[in-house]
């Protein structure tokens, strides 16, 4: 590591602001939170913290979500796991913030509010600018005068350049925690093994960067096969000539997403060999579950990838020595459209080779196939695994990087 950890540090008494990433599955109806997987994930940390004074700063979803909310339920939640002693306060940097920031003994632990509830940390004109900017805001400059020490434990969130995750070790010294030291560890193996094939599953809805991460994964020469389902896929389709019908053409027009086309074409000009797209896809007609060749696809809703393919990823799947997947491979929400996805990690969980899940959708379908403890390793990233795959520089860790100001 070319950056402190926390293993090194001696914060005895010390007031710690820990950045975290506790963004957890909510039920729609109850608000009860689904998937503690990321709460339980930093228990480590505050393990090595337990006789400092803790205090989480955290953020659940983004404004306009319907799961946008208060994190008082999460602190109910950490204070069940390990027996700790864990306060909640409706406030991120302000007087109420500050009185029990004031008021903690050591081995107490405060979670601060959903920190997206502050205006200074999702202002595009302040996370557009530098760190040393960002200390300007009145967020930076309470929080970093009320702490000694500032440890970021949310790889989830550190290819952001947010208040919170990349201003404070500007003013005050700083750490990696335990879960960012463990992924960096983790995933440097995909980046330097010299064991091949290394094979990357791309699905979800986050097409650009998924294609971006692609492209740079191709041209470095890292990647033996790509293997595409879900919006990614049918990008790749289209890029082919295939018609996948005018509902999912206007769907991908809608997102913004047909002007990837281009680059997708791209791709398969320079890499045809190692991109797969899917052969066949399932698709909702009248209550159940169909599918069709991708070639000869009916006017409906692509829902999942099909048996077809899902045989020929596994055999590339079983082969490989590296693999590496991000993003479901269809609608994985109903039973029916999370065949696709679970075959996928299941033959995932039976390689014997490296093997690596990023995003907290495939996260959640493995814990519920009870099969994470086959895979080798299970990141607490989506789109920050991805870019550290290929290669990009998180501005997160590179904030940790850099000289003090004192």
Request: proline share 4%.
């Amino acid at each position: 590591m070319d950056f402190p950890v926390l293993k090194n540090q001696n914060l005895l008494g010390k007031k710690v602001l820990l950045r975290v990433d506790i963004n957890s599955p909510l039920d729609p109806v109850s608000g009860e939170i689904l998937d503690d997987t990321r709460i339980k994930s930093i228990l480590p940390t505050l393990e090595c913290l337990n006789h400092a004074k803790t205090i989480l700063l955290a953020h659940q979803s983004r404004e306009g979500k319907m799961d946008f909310t208060t994190l008082e339920l999460h602190a109910e939640t950490l204070q069940g796991l390990d027996d700790l002693k864990v306060k909640y306060v409706d406030d991120t940097f302000g007087p109420k913030a500050q009185s029990e920031i004031n008021n903690l003994n050591n081995g107490e632990i405060l979670l601060l509010e959903n920190v997206r509830f502050c205006a200074e940390e999702n202002s595009p004109k302040v996370i557009s600018q530098s760190p040393f900017e960002q200390l300007k805001t009145n967020f930076v400059r309470q929080l970093s005068s009320s702490c000694n020490f500032f440890v970021n434990d949310a790889f989830a969130v550190s290819h952001r350049t947010q208040p919170s995750v990349v201003a404070f070790p500007y003013v005050m010294p700083s750490c990696a925690g335990n879960v960012m030291e463990l992924e960096i560890i983790s995933l440097s193996k995909v980046r330097t093994s010299n064991k091949s094939p290394k094979t990357f599953l791309f699905g979800g809805a986050k097409a650009r960067d998924s294609l971006q991460v692609i492209k740079r994964l191709l041209e470095d020469e890292l990647a033996d096969f790509v293997l595409t389902t879900g919006i990614v896929g049918n990008l790749f389709l289209i890029a082919e000539g295939i018609n996948l019908g005018t509902k999912n053409k206007e769907y991908l027009s809608n997102c913004g997403l047909l002007e990837l086309i281009p680059l997708a074409k791209e791709l398969l000009k320079k890499y045809r060999e190692k991109i797969k797209f899917p052969l066949d896809l399932a698709f909702e007609k009248e209550g159940s579950r169909v599918e069709s060749e991708s070639t000869n696809f009916p006017n409906f809703k692509i829902m999942d990838i099909g048996i077809e393919t899902i045989a020929e990823y596994i055999n590339i799947i079983e082969e490989s020595k590296v693999v590496v997947a991000n993003g479901p491979c269809g609608v994985f929400e109903i039973d029916s459209f999370a065949i696709g996805t679970e075959e996928i990690l299941k033959a995932i969980a039976k390689t014997k080779g490296f093997s690596v899940i990023g995003g907290g959708h495939l996260s959640t379908s493995a814990q519920n196939l009870d099969i994470t403890d086959k895979i080798s390793y299970v990141s607490t990233g989506g789109k920050a695994t991805m870019y550290f795959l290929a290669g990009y520089k998180l501005p997160g860790i590179e904030a940790l990087k850099i000289d003090k100001l004192s």
